[in-house]
C-alpha cells in the first residue's frame, strides 16, 4: 500500500469528531493491508514505529532542507525499510549515515506525507486514532468480536501484531493468545479525580496508594530469567541490573508483576523523574540505584490474576512483595484517602491513586477503577508562535509555542521570554477560530510550519511539573502542558518567569 492511503485515511480520522466514522475510515485502511504491512501501518497510526526509537529528534529534522516529489510513491514497507535503517545505524560515522537516510526517505515523500512522517517519528500525530478506535477498526475489519481482539491486544502487549493475526489467521488463534511470562502485557491505566475523597466516593472501598514521580516498570521472573519493561514495554533488563536481582530475591518462581522505580536521594526523598529515566536510556554505569514499589501482581507460578479482582490480587502481592510494596492503605473513608495523599505529597511523590477493590486488571485501558489524584500546577505564560494544524485542525493556528520571562537575559536578551515548551491541548473549537483570526494580527514572519507572533498574548497554563531539557535554551520543559484560558487582563511582564520554573526542579 502506498503511504499515501494512510496519510488519506489519518486526515480523513482527523477531520471527524464521529467516533463510528473514525472506525469506518480505519477498518477500510487496515482491511486492505498486507501481512506485512499490517504492523508498520499501526505503528505509523499510533506514532510508535515498530522499530521503537530511531534516534532522529527534532534537530535532525529543522535541519533538513529537501525538495520533496510531487507524485506519491512512497509504499508503507519503504517506510519501514528506512526506519529500519535509521534505528540500526550506531557508532562511529552514525550522525552522517543517520542524516543520509533521513534525506533519501524526505526526497520519496511528498510534503504531505513528509509532514506526517515527522509527526509520527516526534510523537506528534493527533488524529483521534486512540488505540480503543483502533482496536474497535480491528474488530469490525475482521469479523471479530471486540473483546476478543481487545483481550489479544492486551494479553499480546503488540496492537501490531493483534492486528495482523486477526485479520489474516483463523479465528481461533485471536483466541489462543493469553498471558505469558516473558511477553509484555499493556498496562492498565487510570482516570484522574480532583481530590482522593472524591475518588473514593466513586469508586467504594477502595486502595489508596502512593503515586511516585517515577517510571512504570512491568518486571517478568521465569526462574532466575528476570525481565524488565516500560510502560512503553521496551525492554530495559540490562540497563537496570539491581531490579533485576530484587526480583530474584521474591518467593515465587514465576512472576509478573506491576509497579514504579525511582532512585531516593541521600536524605531518602524521590529524585527527579527525569533522573530516573536517564538511568533507563544510558547504557553506562549508573550514578546511583533504582528500586522497585510494586502494586499489582499479573501472575504468580501458574495462576493467572487479570481476571481476579484486586482484594485477590493484593493478598497475592503481599506474600511476595514484602518489603518492596507500595505503600497506602484499604479504606472506604473519604477523609482517611486525602491523609494518605497529604502524607504522599509531603513525602516528595506526585499524589495518590485510588483503586477499586473489586476491579479486574483491565489493561491497556483507562477505566474507573483506578483513579489517580494529584495537584495541577497552573502558570502564566506568553505566546511566541502558533504552528498550523492538520487533520481536523487543517487551516488552523493550533500547537502554541509558550514562553517564561526573562528579567535578568540568563537565557536571551534582557527582559525577554525563552521557549519552554508547546500544547495544543485544552483548545475549544471557540479558541481555535479566535486563536486563527487574532495571531496573524500581531505576526512578525512566518514558515511553513508556524505563525511567530509578538510576544504580548499571556495564556493560562495548567501542567504536571516541569524536566530537565537540552531541547530549549532555558533548560526546562513543560511536562503534560495544556490551556486553562487566556488572559486579556494581564500584561507579558506579568507572566512567570523562567526561574519560578526552574524552581520546581529543585
Excluded: C
Aim: hydrophobic share 45%; glycine share 10%; no cysteine.
Amino acid at each position: 500500500m502506498l503511504l499515501s492511503g494512510v496519510v488519506d485515511t489519518v486526515d480523513a480520522v482527523g477531520a471527524t469528531r464521529s467516533r463510528l466514522a473514525k472506525i469506518d475510515a480505519l477498518s477500510a485502511l487496515v482491511g486492505g493491508l498486507t501481512p506485512e504491512e499490517l504492523p508498520v501501518a499501526v505503528g505509523l497510526l499510533t506514532a510508535s514505529p515498530r522499530q521503537g526509537r530511531l534516534g532522529v529528534g527534532w534537530r535532525g529534522f529543522a535541519n533538513l532542507a529537501i525538495e520533496h516529489t510531487a507524485e506519491a510513491t512512497l509504499t508503507v514497507l519503504d517506510v519501514d525499510a528506512a526506519f529500519e535503517t535509521l534505528a540500526g545505524t550506531a557508532g562511529a560515522g552514525s550522525v552522517a549515515a543517520r542524516r543520509e537516510a533521513l534525506e533519501s526517505l524526505a526526497r520519496l515523500a511528498t510534503e504531505r506525507e513528509w509532514d506526517f512522517l515527522v509527526r509520527v517519528v516526534l510523537g506528534e500525530l493527533r488524529t483521534g486514532a486512540l488505540e480503543g478506535v483502533l482496536l474497535d477498526a480491528i474488530a469490525k475489519a475482521s469479523g471479530r468480536p471486540a473483546a476478543a481482539v481487545r483481550r489479544a491486544a492486551m494479553l499480546a502487549g503488540d496492537l501490531g501484531e493483534t492486528a495482523r493475526i486477526a485479520l489474516t489467521e483463523p479465528p481461533e488463534n485471536l483466541d489462543a493468545v493469553t498471558l505469558r511470562v516473558g511477553r509484555a502485557v499493556l498496562p492498565m491505566l487510570a482516570s484522574t479525580a480532583a481530590t482522593a475523597a472524591e475518588a473514593v466516593e466513586a469508586v467504594g472501598e477502595a486502595s489508596v496508594e502512593y503515586k511516585l514521580d517515577g517510571a512504570r516498570i512491568q518486571v517478568h521472573r521465569d526462574g532466575d530469567d528476570v525481565r524488565v519493561f516500560t510502560r512503553n514495554l521496551a525492554d530495559v533488563t540490562h540497563r537496570v541490573p539491581e531490579l533485576v536481582e530484587i526480583v530474584r530475591t521474591l518467593p515465587a518462581a514465576q512472576l509478573i508483576l506491576d509497579g514504579e522505580t525511582l532512585s531516593l536521594d541521600e536524605d531518602g526523598g524521590p529524585r527527579l523523574f527525569q533522573d530516573t529515566m536517564a538511568r533507563f536510556g544510558s547504557e553506562t554505569a549508573p550514578q546511583f540505584v533504582l528500586r522497585p514499589w510494586f502494586f499489582d501482581v499479573l501472575h504468580a507460578d501458574g495462576r493467572d490474576l487479570i481476571d481476579e479482582p484486586l482484594a485477590d490480587r493484593q493478598a497475592v502481592l503481599e506474600q511476595l512483595a514484602g518489603e518492596w510494596r507500595i505503600p497506602g492503605i484499604v479504606t472506604a473513608d473519604p477523609a482517611a484517602a486525602d491523609e494518605v495523599s497529604r502524607e504522599a505529597l509531603a513525602a516528595g511523590h506526585e499524589g495518590v491513586v485510588v483503586k477499586a477493590l473489586d476491579s479486574p486488571y483491565a489493561a491497556g485501558r483507562r477505566g474507573k477503577s483506578w483513579i489517580k489524584v494529584k495537584p495541577v500546577l497552573t502558570y502564566d505564560l506568553v505566546v511566541l508562535a502558533v504552528e498550523w494544524g492538520s487533520g481536523r485542525r487543517t487551516g488552523q493556528l493550533s500547537n502554541l509555542h509558550l514562553g517564561a520571562y526573562d528579567p535578568e537575559g540568563r537565557f536571551g536578551p534582557e527582559g525577554g521570554f525563552v521557549m519552554v515548551g508547546k500544547t495544543f491541548k485544552g483548545l475549544t473549537d471557540e479558541l481555535l477560530r479566535w486563536q486563527t483570526e487574532y495571531f496573524p494580527t500581531i505576526e512578525t514572519d512566518r514558515s511553513a510550519y508556524a505563525v511567530h507572533v509578538h510576544p504580548v498574548t499571556v495564556v493560562e497554563i495548567a501542567i504536571d511539573g516541569v524536566q530537565r531539557s537540552t531541547r530549549y535554551p532555558g533548560g526546562i520543559a513543560l511536562r503534560f502542558a495544556r490551556v486553562k484560558a487566556y488572559r486579556p487582563d494581564k500584561n507579558p511582564n506579568e507572566a512567570d518567569t523562567i526561574e519560578t520554573l526552574r524552581a520546581l526542579l529543585r
